[in-house]
């Protein structure tokens, strides 16, 4: 008939609970992280917390929410740095938590992203648990928080909160939730210009949704009075009777503790699938359906066109003013070519040789990566999300220095390496995370008080 499923996706009860084990031990890998940091800042003379929240683009935030749009400086090289380049949300944020509290702007941006980085955390976790498991998902948390840049993640900067918006949008699309998908998706765009990732991975799946809901169609009409409605319905999309579209894929390799009997792995916990009525679907429920999916991607691009326009109608310079405004910070998009510049200029001189091969050694890691996410199948949204971060983060020509934390986002990446710890027992793994844990605290440390992320 027609590769729609009665598919029931009820709200998971005790979801927090749930989550707590990656809450928990990600709550743990940052609290390593901040204690190695004040350690190390003290025996040098520093504070921690000021490198925390009053250094590189935290003062920038800081300085919109006092003042407005409208700072610039000026380079004797004729460069303009003018904080229209920071895009609004934190710092809305910030000043909101000023407002309602006793705390500084740089303390609101503290707060809030120390609470966006937990959110984060509970939003990867939700998306790997839908189409791997709980144990995959715990594991993609605790990669996430042991990145050798994770202390970025503590900082009053942006990264944490984009996280937990695109996280969380991303796990919307997956379960159908469209008009919350795209909520989330326009205020992902208000936070960082990479937001467009979101809006690409909402309006892959909207589209290939109505693709395949036309194929169907198509089917439905060419195959009635030969085949069954349980004999035609197809494993790669599946809808609710509540209108809920299901892009998890059934091919994860790490059953659960406990595995859900009768399911197949990889499957959201506690989906139980049914077969479709006999008959045609109704037709009110498969419209609302789409009404849903269509006003979820109007509303996803929203955020970011809407402070794309107002720089252009600030500046004066049209729907391209931001990109001048980009431009003076001498960012822009060039296919990687000026990054490719750096790195071959690295190979001029022996000591610096060794770093040009971290380099070429950390691309060929993150494209490998993707590969693997391809190659194991997942869904179409996290793909088209963590290529889009991915390509805008190798080929902008921005300082270079800032790559590894713009590639913070990308987190379905480490999805392929989740799957292959959670296959590992705990006495192996467990040994593992905390010795990655504690090298990356020492790393933070060690990197915040020297040149840290530009």
């Known amino acids: 008939m027609n590769d729609l499923d009665a598919r029931g996706v009820p709200a998971r009860p005790g979801a927090l609970r749930r989550a707590a084990p990656a809450l ?21 003379g520093k504070d921690a917390y000021t490198l925390l929240t009053a250094r590189w683009d935290a003062l920038w935030y800081t300085r919109v929410a006092e003042l407005g749009y409208g700072y610039e400086v000026r380079l004797p090289s004729g460069d303009v740095h003018s904080n229209l380049a920071f895009f609004p949300l934190l710092p809305w944020l910030e000043r909101l938590v000023a407002a309602v509290s006793p705390l500084s702007y740089a303390d609101g941006g503290f707060v809030v992203s120390l609470l966006a980085s937990l959110a984060a955390a509970w939003g990867i976790f939700a998306v790997a648990d ?43 699309v997956l379960t159908g939730r469209w008009v919350t998908a795209g909520v ?14 979101v809006v690409a991975a909402v309006w892959a799946a909207g589209i290939a949704a109505f693709l395949r809901e036309r194929a169907c169609a198509r089917g439905h009409t060419s195959a009635r009075g030969h085949t069954s409605a349980r004999g035609h319905t197809s494993a790669r999309g599946h809808v609710s009777a509540r209108g809920r579209t299901s892009f998890a894929r059934g091919r994860s390799a790490v059953p659960e503790d406990g595995a859900r009997a009768g399911e197949r792995a990889g499957s959201p916990a506690n989906a139980r699938r049914v077969g479709a009525p006999e008959g045609a679907p109704h037709t009110a429920d498969i419209s609302g359906v789409r009404l849903r999916r269509a006003l979820g991607m109007l509303l996803a691009p929203l955020g970011a066109a809407g402070y794309v326009l107002w720089v252009g109608h600030r500046t004066g310079d049209g729907p391209l003013g931001y990109l001048e405004v980009q431009a003076g910070w001498r ?104 010795a990655v844990a504690v090298a990356s ?14």
């Open 24 to 44: 928990l031990g990600y709550a743990a890998v940052r609290a390593l992280s901040l204690v190695v940091l004040a350690l190390w800042s003290g025996a040098r």
């Open 130 to 172: 839908h189409v791997y498991g709980r144990r995959a998902g715990v594991c993609a948390v605790l990669l996430w928080a042991v990145l050798p840049v994770g202390i970025v993640q503590s900082m009053a900067y942006s990264e944490s909160l984009f996280t937990a918006l695109a996280a969380w949008s991303l796990y919307a």
């Open 441 to 454: 605290a020492v790393y933070g440390a060690f990197w915040l008080n020297g040149s840290g992320p530009p």
């Open 184 to 197: 989330l998706a326009g205020l992902a765009g208000l936070t960082r210009p990479v937001g467009l990732a």
């Open 331 to 434: 960012n822009g998009f060039d296919g990687g070519y000026a990054f490719a510049r750096f790195v071959a200029a690295m190979f001029t001189s022996f000591p610096s040789a060794l770093a040009g091969l971290g380099l070429v050694a950390g691309v060929g890691l993150v494209v490998w990566l993707y590969v693997v996410c391809v190659r194991q199948r997942q869904p179409l949204p996290l793909l088209v999300y963590a290529g889009v971060v991915t390509a805008l983060a190798l080929c902008a020509s921005s300082y270079f220095g800032s790559k590894p934390r713009l590639l913070l986002p990308a987190f379905p990446l480490l999805l392929p390496l989740a799957l292959a710890l959670a296959r590992l027992r705990t006495s192996r793994s467990a040994p593992v995370v905390g």
